[in-house]
């Protein structure tokens, strides 16, 4: 644990201190100027890699990473920093090694293994990034919805037959961080309507307007999704819930771009239904 801590620690401080301190090309022009100085200094070169990496220059960032690794530098940061380029490069075979040798050093960092989901994921190695997300589930101090969402997309991505394994994923991130967490809740709607279990879907669509304190908006999406069931007695009523909802609003809360479109979807829908 102390470990896990520790690296994080050190990943974020660093990237914390790195965007606190102006304009990334000044301090890319500065740390160029530091290497001219002292040009076998491996920090320098780390660090200025990094610099890189924010500005989305992948390449410049894997020269300095190398040249870093060249002068000397073993620290595990190199190899997490280089792999995170790799990633980036689309060159994922080298960023697992560079993972991989990250692990010889710290083989229980969650950060490690998350990246490595990553790279498996990309490289549609899908057991093997199930393998490492599920690692970052079961050890992490922080989760947070997107660790589900993510191994959820894995699970998806290995083909139809899976689809009850990405709703259990779904269904355990809303046990473990609470049945109010709305990305979930919208996350496990929208796999139900892609897996078209209708009368699921229907009910979720319920149990997100329950939680939702603003409702016109999801009244009529739930009634859309009916229309589009052919269920249009059902779409009219929720159609009507929408609009009285909408005429329930402050008038200031009327007058938004979106709302303005909104009210307009729904007079739309409910001339639809009455043609039916």
């Not at 002292?38 to 990473?65: I, K, M, V």
């Not at 560079?98 to 990246?115: A, E, F, N, P, R």
């Not at 899908?126 to 589930?137: M, N, R």
């Not at 999406?221 to 069931?229: E, H, I, T, V």
């Amino acid at each position: 644990m102390h470990k896990i801590i520790s690296t994080l620690i050190l990943i974020l401080g660093c990237s914390i201190f790195m965007w606190g301190h102006g304009d990334l090309e000044k301090r890319i022009i500065a740390k160029t100027k530091a290497i001219a100085q002292t040009p076998n200094n491996a920090t320098l070169y780390l660090e200025r890699g990094f610099l890189y990496y924010q500005h989305e220059e992948w390449d410049n960032a894997l020269a300095d990473y190398l040249q870093a690794k060249a002068l000397g530098f073993q620290e595990k940061i190199l190899h997490y920093r280089m792999a995170e380029t790799y990633l980036e490069l689309y060159l994922f075979k080298s960023g697992l090694i560079c993972t991989q040798q990250y692990l010889t050093q710290d083989s229980v960092d969650v950060k490690i293994h998350k990246l490595r989901g990553e790279l498996f994921q990309k490289s549609r190695a899908y057991d093997k990034a199930i393998t490492s997300f599920e690692y970052v589930i079961k050890h992490s101090i922080d989760l947070t919805p997107e660790n589900y969402v993510t191994l959820a997309e894995v699970y998806l991505a290995k083909g139809p037959a899976y689809r009850e394994a990405v709703l259990e994923v779904i269904e355990r991130g809303l046990n473990q961080l609470g049945k109010h967490v709305y990305v979930l809740q919208e996350q496990k709607l929208n796999y139900l309507k892609k897996f078209k279990l209708v009368k699921k879907a229907i009910e979720q669509y319920d149990v997100i307007i329950h939680q939702n304190n603003r409702k016109e908006g999801w009244y009529y999406r739930k009634a859309n999704y009916l229309y589009q069931q052919k269920k249009c007695k059902p779409a009219k009523t929720y159609a009507e819930k929408a609009k009285q909802a909408f005429e329930s609003l402050k008038p200031h809360q009327q007058k938004t771009k979106a709302m303005i479109q909104l009210l307009a979807d729904i007079h739309t829908l409910l001339q639809k239904l009455e043609n039916q």
